[in-house]
């Protein structure tokens, strides 16, 4: 599980270190094309350096996805566009916002939008931010394939399905507005800089490293495995331990 949040204010460089070294591992940022709360391609580079996880999310307003796939299709676009621009690399997500409490009767048109954000996003990973009943729609109809549920209309209730779950919203932390997230893999994240090891491999590498620690009674072998667990938590850009 990691650690996240997702602000609408640009992160500058300060703040985005300050985050990670209160141990948050990704920031959700808005992919649109314009306005004041846009992600740049600076503000991707800077985020990226001071070592934390980038989760894209296209929303213009609240209740788009009630255009149903002719939105989708016109936002799938942009958000392409703007997703190239900016430098996020080909296989990560792109989150489309529902970001009102959809009726069962409105879903379908949710469903209708969503899938046609997919359509228009080749190279990209789609997905949908909602409540846990838009989670659970989109998610058995195939639409897409990542999932963030917010707690927000969701009666209590976590899908099965999320990759990120919203917990709570509002909170002032560095100055600026955050809402707090957790995730549970595959949640589609990037960034700008190259690491040479995926977190999944880093892990693996690092429970055998675990165990030689345990085995071991000298201190200085014990020091050696957590020097090179580290290393390989760097290496994943993951934070040390």
């Not at 296989?91 to 069962?104: E, H, M, P």
Request: proline content about 2%; charged content about 20%; overall charge negative.
């Amino acid at each position: 599980m990691a650690k996240g949040f997702d602000c609408a204010t640009p992160l500058t460089a300060s703040t985005a270190k300050a985050f990670f070294q209160d141990g948050y591992v990704f920031v959700a940022r808005y992919l649109v094309p314009s306005g004041w709360k846009m992600l740049s391609r600076s503000e991707a580079e800077l985020i990226s350096k001071a070592g934390l996880q980038i989760v894209s999310v296209f929303e213009t307003t609240a209740d788009r996805a009630l255009g149903g796939r002719t939105a989708g299709l016109s936002d799938g676009k942009t958000a392409l566009q703007t997703a190239r621009s900016i430098g996020q690399p080909e296989g990560s997500t792109i989150y489309f916002a529902v970001d009102f409490d959809a009726t069962a009767a409105q879903m379908s048109t949710v469903i209708q939008y969503i899938r046609a954000a997919s359509e228009a996003t080749p190279g990209y990973s789609t997905g949908v931010y909602g409540s846990y009943a838009v989670v659970e729609a989109v998610s058995k109809s195939g639409a897409c394939s990542r999932f963030w549920q917010t707690y927000a209309w969701s009666q209590g209730k976590q899908s099965s399905a999320a990759n990120i779950y919203q917990y709570q919203n509002d909170i002032t932390l560095h100055g600026i507005g955050v809402d707090l997230n957790r995730s549970f893999g595959n949640e589609g994240w990037w960034n700008t800089v190259d690491y040479m090891m995926s977190p999944e491999d880093a892990n693996k590498l690092i429970a055998f490293l675990g165990a030689g620690y345990m085995a071991t009674g000298f201190a200085d072998a014990r020091e050696e495995f957590h020097r090179l667990a580290n290393e390989l938590r760097k290496a994943s850009n993951q934070p040390e331990e």
